[in-house]
């Protein structure tokens, strides 16, 4: 087949963050041509008309959408599968509309509600006063992903009357409030199949060496700054003993809900945390998540014993499919 990649163009002092998305270009980039793809890469910018016109003029049979945003604002992520809709051509991963719902944490969770889906307590910032004092929470940012605006400095105790009168500096549009469920940190991995959701492995982030009082917290240091204390006292594990049998088991059972909940597609990373009375809550669903070669999809599909290239495939048959 004619394959596009297509990706979002950088913005000119692009993080680590946005930069990565060209780890998975090259990576998928790679798997195609071995699977005996002709590859073509295409950056999509706001000019959408500059992209339609690079896209007719290709010719594919099918995209790999690998857009994670638009000038670094994760809500605009949904344009690329809706331009793709308009010109009828077939890509990877999942559709406009569950695109745009999974970008927001929030719409995610009325989506997962509805399915009956344990997700933590969500506060608006003009609702602050329901915040109960002896509880914590996290100010956290509606769209974007990759954990950007979210760090320790976002977590608070509902007495902390400073921290609540200053939320009225922050736009409503853009954060909301989420209780903080102290405990376990997991993610679940699925890619598609063709009977469905597969579940390809269920990893837990430990927080090794956290002081007393520190928030353990998954957040962009952890995630992109390797000189810090975050990034290199979080890490993931994949093997399990006995014990957490049944967990993962819920946890497992629990992505395919969400999967199904959301209208996905291709592939999904799903992430939790577990109370200490061992329920699980939903923290995010993530569509067409990362899948750089340091990602922790890629960890999971090494251990489950799936080679890469046998993931792409998977996924461009779904997309034809």
């Not at 604002?73 to 051509?89: N, W």
């Not at 929470?137 to 990759?146: A, S």
């Not at 979080?234 to 999967?259: H, N, Y």
Request: proline share 4%.
């Amino acid at each position: 087949m004619k394959i596009v990649i297509l990706h979002n163009q950088l913005s000119s002092e692009a993080k680590a963050d946005e930069a990565d998305v060209m780890e998975q270009v090259e990576l998928v980039h790679h798997c195609l041509i071995d699977l005996g793809h002709q590859v073509q890469i295409l950056p999509l910018s706001l000019n959408l008309e500059a992209g339609r016109d690079m896209l007719l003029k290709a010719e594919p049979d099918l995209v790999f959408n690998l857009v994670e945003s638009f000038v670094n604002k994760g809500e605009l992520v949904y344009l690329a599968p809706a331009l793709l809709d308009a010109l009828g051509l077939k890509y990877t991963g999942t559709p406009t509309v569950p695109m745009f719902q999974s970008a927001s944490k929030t719409l995610t969770k009325e989506s997962l509600l509805r399915a009956g889906i344990r997700v933590p307590q969500t506060i608006e910032l003009s609702e602050s006063r329901q915040c109960l004092n002896d509880r914590t929470y996290l100010l956290k940012p509606r769209w974007e992903e990759g954990s950007l605006g979210l760090d320790e400095d976002a977590v608070f105790r509902g007495d902390n009357q400073e921290f609540i009168q200053n939320l009225q500096k922050f736009d409503s549009r853009s954060y909301f409030i989420e209780e903080f469920i102290d405990g376990r940190e997991f993610n679940c991995a699925m890619v598609a199949s063709a009977t469905g959701p597969l579940v390809l492995a269920v990893a837990e982030i430990e927080f090794v060496g956290f002081p007393e009082g520190k928030p353990r917290v998954l957040g962009y240091k952890a995630k992109w700054d390797e000189a810090s204390f975050e990034y290199k006292n979080t890490v993931r594990r994949l093997d399990f003993g006995p014990d957490d049998k049944l967990l993962l088991q819920k946890l497992k059972e629990i992505g395919v809900q969400c999967w199904q909940a959301c209208g996905l597609k291709g592939y999904a990373r799903v992430d939790f945390r577990v109370d200490h009375m061992g329920n699980p809550f939903v923290l995010e669903v993530n569509s067409n998540p990362c899948i750089s070669p340091d990602s922790g999809f890629y960890a999971a599909a090494e251990h489950a014993g799936y080679g890469f290239q046998k993931i792409v495939r998977m996924i461009v048959e779904d997309a034809v499919r």
